[in-house]
Structure formats: structure tokens, C-alpha cells
């Protein structure tokens, strides 16, 4: 595994790769790494000949400056976990290095898709993961990018923004990696008590009971009652309980709420546990 603080030095072994006609496969991570992290790796190494793995905390990203400055860091950690899973290249840059002095960034302009569900909740977020996509694309031009699903409407934009800067590259969603008591794989989990990280596999317990419901109940009174239940739900401890900030049952390729069960229907939510902002998602149909 061969580690990069510069742009150019990474672009230099990009480029000797790809006149060796090796295939290139990228992985865009803000480290604090999981097996979420890694199937993604994984994934890559099955359809791509090299792997770069690009490591960068990204504060234009962050609409919240105390999420920013709480991000878990641990790098040395990263490194160990990208060494064992394989992985070809590492870019580790200083902020200075992906944003300089004379970097422009683009306006970005993404429809309905960024009006919904973490758009108005976090101003400027995805033209922030907008901007440093498009710079690591730019950086490495891998002929696939890998992302998770749980952050489902990331995608999307990532989709959109390649369809407006029209690079041949090919977007590649992984499955949500859980662990086996349903929770979702995050970074975020890591600030979270021991008390509420048993807490808060309910929020998929509560998803997969909704999946059950939506065979005989119409998506408002589903989309309540996951609300409701989370909301409501004891755990037995008077400071911690789920404050729900959206739950959405959307139209999995426009991302606007549905009316009915037909066609792609996901359910995406963020739920706050203990000042931790939690994401999930199910598929309905
Ligand atoms: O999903 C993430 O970790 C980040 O949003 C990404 C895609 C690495 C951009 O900073």
C-alpha cells in the first residue's frame, strides 16, 4: 500500500497505472473507518485492478462547526484497517492540498433531489460533498467510484453532479453494512455510550416492522407511526430517547415523497440519540 499527502505524487502512480492499462476503482472516505468502509474496499478490489482510497475530513461539508470539530479522527487506525483490506493507494491530503489558494468552486444547482430530507437540514452540505467528489474524480479519473447506500440521497446527488460535469465514470452503491444486532455501520456510532449504542438498533427494528406494515397500510399512516413509535419509545433512561428530525417515504430515483407503494419506494431517516445524528435506510419495494 503506497501512501499520499500530495495530489501530484498520487496522480503520477494513477497515471503509471493506467498506462500499465490497470482498471482504477476510488473510494471517497472521511476515515474513521468501519466494515461499512471496508466492504465498500472490497467491492472495488473485486472490479477494479487498483484501489485508491482517499482519506480527508471535508469542512466544507459541514454545515454544523461542532460536528466538524467532533468528526472522529483516527488515522493511524485507518491505515491499519486499509493495509489489511488490500488496498493499493492511499491519498491522506491537508486541506490546503485539496482546496489552494487558486481552487474555484463550481455552483452547484441540483433540483428537487437536494430540497428534500438533508437538504434543508444542512444548508451547503451537498454542494460541499458535491465539490470534494468532483475534485477526487478529477484528481484520480477512476473509471468507478464506490459509495454506501445509507447515505441514499448522496448518491443521488453524486449521480446528478456526473451526469452535469458528464466524466466517464461509473457509480457503484454498496448495501448498508449492519451489525448483527440491525444497527448501521457509521462513524458517528463511535461517539455514541455503551448504553446507547444497545438503544439504537431499534431504529432498524423500528424500519423492518414499517416494511411489515406497508403490505396492508397506506404510506402516511406508516410514515406516522414510525415517527410516533421512535419518538415515544422508553428506554428506560430519562435523557436518552430518539428525537426523529425527518423520516421520508420517497420515490427511490427523484427522492420525492410517495403517495402510494408503487414503483421504487425507500424510507430514509435521521434520528438524533445523545447529540448524535443518526442516518438510515429501508427499501419498501
Ligand atoms: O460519505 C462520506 O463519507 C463523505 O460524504 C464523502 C463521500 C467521502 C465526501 O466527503
Redesign the pocket.
Known amino acids: 500500500m503506497k501512501t499520499f499527502t500530495t495530489v501530484a505524487a498520487l496522480q503520477e502512480a494513477v497515471a503509471a497505472a493506467k498506462r500499465e492499462n490497470k482498471t482504477i476503482g476510488l473510494v ?3 476515515g474513521a473507518l468501519h466494515e461499512g468502509h471496508l466492504s465498500l474496499i472490497h467491492k472495488a478490489k473485486s472490479m477494479c485492478d487498483v484501489v485508491v482510497v482517499s482519506v480527508f475530513v ?1 469542512p466544507i ?1 459541514f454545515n454544523n462547526k461542532e460536528d466538524l470539530e467532533k468528526y472522529p479522527r483516527t488515522v493511524e487506525a485507518d491505515l491499519e484497517k486499509l493495509e489489511s483490506a488490500n488496498t493499493d493507494m492511499v491519498l491522506l491530503p491537508s486541506v490546503e492540498e485539496m482546496y489552494p489558494k487558486d481552487f474555484v468552486a463550481r455552483e452547484w444547482h441540483f433540483g428537487q433531489i437536494e430540497e428534500v430530507m438533508e437538504g434543508p437540514q444542512r444548508p451547503g452540505h451537498f454542494a460541499g ?1 458535491a465539490t ?2 468532483c475534485r477526487l474524480f478529477e484528481i484520480v479519473m477512476p473509471q468507478k467510484a464506490f ?1 454506501g447506500e445509507k ?1 441514499f440521497q ?1 448518491i443521488a446527488i453524486i449521480k446528478e453532479m456526473l451526469r452535469q460535469v458528464q466524466y466517464p465514470i461509473e457509480i457503484v452503491p454498496c448495501p448498508i453494512v449492519r451489525a448483527e444486532n440491525g444497527l448501521a455501520k457509521s462513524s458517528r456510532n463511535m461517539r455514541l455510550s455503551a448504553e446507547a449504542l444497545s438503544f439504537a438498533p431499534n431504529i432498524y427494528a423500528t424500519l423492518k416492522q414499517a416494511v411489515e406494515m406497508s403490505e396492508h397500510k397506506p404510506v402516511a399512516e406508516v410514515k406516522q407511526w414510525v415517527v410516533d413509535t421512535l419518538s415515544n419509545m422508553d428506554s428506560g433512561k430519562a435523557d436518552m430517547k430518539f428525537e426523529p428530525e425527518y423520516f421520508e417515504i420517497v420515490d427511490d430515483t427523484t427522492l420525492q415523497p410517495v403517495e402510494n407503494w408503487n414503483g421504487g419506494v425507500v424510507g430514509c431517516i435521521t434520528v438524533w440519540l445523545t447529540g448524535v445524528r443518526l442516518i438510515d435506510m429501508i427499501r419498501f419495494r
Open positions: 471517497p472516505t472521511m471535508n461539508q460533498v470534494v467528489v459509495f447515505d448522496q
